[in-house]
């Protein structure tokens, strides 16, 4: 996925002693080595209406878990690998077969991480991989790719990797009512997208987390591909759709608790003694440090019409959808562990 030409003089830095962490400014003082995971339900209904016809819903509960690991920890930016580790159909009706699909499905996005570059202040600048993402979510069917790539865009896949570190405060220490922004996008297919400008604000917070509330200015972003009848034999023309309803809250834990240090997942028993030699003369890291992000949830209803084309008939749609996005940190994410390698590696990412 990515190609790093290695110069001789990037051997002779690995011998340069280590950047004591606190020395470091990264997006939540992630350092290399360090790995969490984050799982998001998603709920979403659909209710669509033809003309001269009653309206039919359609519903779908999957959960999803991405894995995060951090690449590379430099003073002004942090390398994410981003990878999905698991689909799973919560949905009553799941059957064997689409268990099967998902399991699939889930085996080979995780063959394709996706990179990301991440400043101190939690905004990422360059994302890679997002391609190969919607390949593999297609298969190998070319007439599938094409559909999808109509239907899915690089940046509604960006957002469900980047969703963690949006949970990142501008300043430091926190104060209530500080606030800072985001852009959300998720699709609707065929119909297009729901962009979403994200208003994150401090509502109550203290010494080691913060609540937040999360407003939003949402619009409607119809598919250019949408009439493309040599795709597909179904498609959608002149859709239109307003967002009624849209709310989010979220909540950041910047350390573990006092007397929760057992919560970290770092193993010092097992390694072995040399390491620990080597260790005791590394700086090394608060065993109190985590991932800041603990939970998000988004929520929209849209609704909408538009002309269904088939053939040369075209009939009149009403739609309704309503989404709903929980994610949480996962227990045993690994932070704390000594510093192996100092920071002056190349980067993936483009300048």
């Not at 995060?68 to 994410?80: C, I, K, R």
């Not at 009553?92 to 990179?115: F, H, W």
């Not at 963690?164 to 104060?175: D, E, G, I, N, Q």
């Not at 591909?225 to 239109?240: K, M, P, Q, W, Y």
Request: with cysteine; glycine share 6%.
């Amino acid at each position: 996925m990515r190609t790093l030409l290695w110069h001789p003089l990037l051997f002779g830095c690995l011998l340069l002693p280590a950047i004591p962490a606190a020395a470091q400014t990264t997006v939540w003082g992630l350092q290399q080595g360090d790995r969490f995971n984050v799982e998001t339900l998603v709920k979403q209904q659909t209710t669509l209406e033809l003309e001269g016809r009653p309206p039919t819903t359609a519903t779908s509960k999957e959960r999803i878990e991405i894995q995060y690991t951090v690449f590379s920890a430099l003073p002004d930016e942090t390398v994410v690998h981003a990878r999905v580790t698991n689909i799973t159909d919560v949905d009553d009706s799941q059957t064997a077969e689409s268990a099967r699909v998902l399991d699939r499905q889930s085996r080979q996005l995780g063959r394709v991480p996706v990179t990301m570059s991440i400043d101190p202040a939690g905004v990422v600048r360059h994302t890679q991989g997002l391609d190969a993402v919607i390949r593999q979510m297609s298969g190998v069917n070319k007439r599938s790719q094409k559909l999808l790539q109509q239907a899915v865009s690089k940046d509604a896949v960006a957002t469900w990797v980047h969703q963690p570190f949006w949970l990142s405060p501008l300043k430091m220490p926190l104060a209530k009512e500080q606030s800072w922004e985001r852009t959300s996008v998720f699709s609707l297919g065929l119909l297009g997208s729901v962009h979403t400008a994200l208003t994150f604000s401090v509502s109550e917070a203290d010494e080691e987390s913060a609540d937040i509330t999360i407003a939003g200015n949402a619009r409607h972003v119809p598919s250019a591909a949408g009439a493309s009848s040599a795709t597909v034999r179904l498609a959608f023309e002149d859709a239109t759709a307003e967002v009624q309803e849209f709310g989010g809250s979220g909540r950041l834990i910047l350390q573990q608790r006092s007397g929760n240090e057992d919560e970290d997942s770092t193993d010092e028993e097992s390694r072995d003694e040399d390491d620990s030699e080597i260790d005791s003369a590394r700086p090394q890291r608060p065993a109190s440090r985590r991932p800041w992000f603990e939970q998000l949830q988004l929520e929209w209803k849209v609704t909408g019409t538009a002309t269904v084309k088939s053939g040369d008939r075209r009939v009149p749609l009403k739609f309704e959808h309503h989404q709903t996005q929980t994610s949480r940190l996962l227990p045993g994410y690994v932070t704390g562990a000594p510093r192996r390698f100092t920071p002056f590696l190349p980067s993936p990412m483009p300048r």
